[in-house]
């Protein structure tokens, strides 16, 4: 499988705990950029002809261009890629960022969309810099229905400065109440200036946030395929879960990373250079990397034991030519005593305590 990823980097604001690159000063630039991204996907197509089985448009803020930058958008997007060929093409949004014709026109050309909720509590949304309130997340989503898109994703956090238990408990009974088919629940990290000083909750916190999470989760139907995502049957995100199986993809946009033919490479992170750049037919690319057989496996490994399916002997045999389960026993069966991973079915994966600790324990593996 082949994914394309369109980085936009314009927000309306720019939340102060965000390490993606994005802007919210830069509008000015916007129809230039939009220009600049498919000049760059044409450089793509006439050199590669690549076939895309899936699109995520993300950010930033998508839903923050106009109306008309969006119909300029998807007007250019599907005259260099074949439409009918996409299985999934996600667009990110944010609440308080849609009105009903804007609605109209991403439904009409996409076909899952991805909310950023974060929290239900007012508060807490309040303090991490987001534009929008509990009221208008209800209001999104309803709008998002009844505009007839069947695949919709919302994004919630937990481990926010002053975020209690029962608040994400809560934040979880009101999604259940929605019951979108698809959601990430990841865990907040403090990098902007906004929250100096500000202390995470402790760990014991942080684990029962996740494991009661996890918990409510499934009694709402959601079925955990990845440390941070959880899915009615038959809907996981088709671009993501092809990152976790080590795909390829390639990325336009400022700072968009792509792996392609064995490559790894990514693209300029300033703006203003990235539009520049492809305007004078000059390369946009930073940081270009071959990947060698060790870093394959190390990658290999780690994307794997993020996922619930975890690595299946059979299939790591026919990808590095020798067996997981014998070269890592030891690991594997200290790993199995202290609860934090198993084996069924041939597959070796972590369990739910396991995720929590998922960054040292796929160290052992190195």
Not at 87 to 107: H, R, Y
Not at 112 to 133: A, C, E, P, T
Not at 150 to 176: A, R, S, W
Not at 238 to 254: A, L
């Amino acid at each position: 499988m082949l994914g394309l990823y369109i980085h936009i980097p314009f927000c309306k604001r720019k939340c102060p705990y965000c390490d993606f690159v994005s802007y919210d000063n830069f509008d000015y630039l916007i129809d230039d950029y939009i220009n600049t991204l498919f000049n760059e996907l044409q450089i793509y197509k006439k050199k590669f002809n690549p076939f895309f089985e899936t699109v995520y448009i993300g950010g930033g803020t998508p839903s923050i261009l106009s109306n008309k930058q969006l119909k300029k958008f998807f007007s250019k997007l599907f005259s260099i890629v074949e439409r009918a060929k996409i299985k999934e093409i996600t667009f990110e949004v944010n609440p308080g960022t849609l009105d009903d014709d804007k609605i109209k026109i991403i439904s009409e050309n996409i076909n899952r969309v991805s909310v950023g909720v974060q929290s239900f509590n007012d508060d807490i949304l309040k303090f991490i810099g987001r534009i929008h309130n509990s009221k208008e997340i209800f209001l999104t989503f309803d709008k998002l229905k009844k505009s007839g898109i069947k695949n919709i994703n919302m994004d919630l956090m937990f481990g926010i400065p002053h975020q209690t238990v029962n608040d994400v408990l809560n934040d979880i009974k009101n999604l259940g109440a929605l019951s979108p088919e698809h959601i990430s629940f990841y865990l907040f990290t403090i990098s902007g200036y906004k929250f100096k000083g500000e202390k995470l909750p402790d760990d014991k916190t942080i684990k029962e946030m996740y494991l009661k999470g996890i918990k409510e989760l499934r009694k709402n139907g959601y079925l955990q395929y990845e440390i941070s995502n959880f899915a009615k049957k038959n809907k996981r995100c088709m671009h993501n879960m092809n990152y976790w199986n080590c795909g390829e993809y390639i990325g336009i946009g400022v700072s968009a990373a792509s792996y392609f033919n064995g490559v790894r490479y990514e693209n300029t992170d300033n703006v203003k250079e990235y539009i520049e750049k492809i305007k004078k037919g000059l390369s946009v690319i930073k940081n270009k990397e071959k990947i060698a057989d060790k870093i394959k496996l190390k990658e290999y490994i780690m994307l794997k034991l993020r996922t619930k399916d975890g690595i299946k002997n059979d299939d790591f045999i026919k990808n590095f030519k020798f067996d997981f389960f014998k070269k890592y026993s030891n690991i594997i069966e200290k790993l199995k005593k202290e609860k934090l991973a198993k084996i069924k079915d041939n597959k070796f994966f972590l369990t739910e305590k396991g995720f929590l600790l998922s960054n040292e324990i796929i160290k052992n593996f190195w």
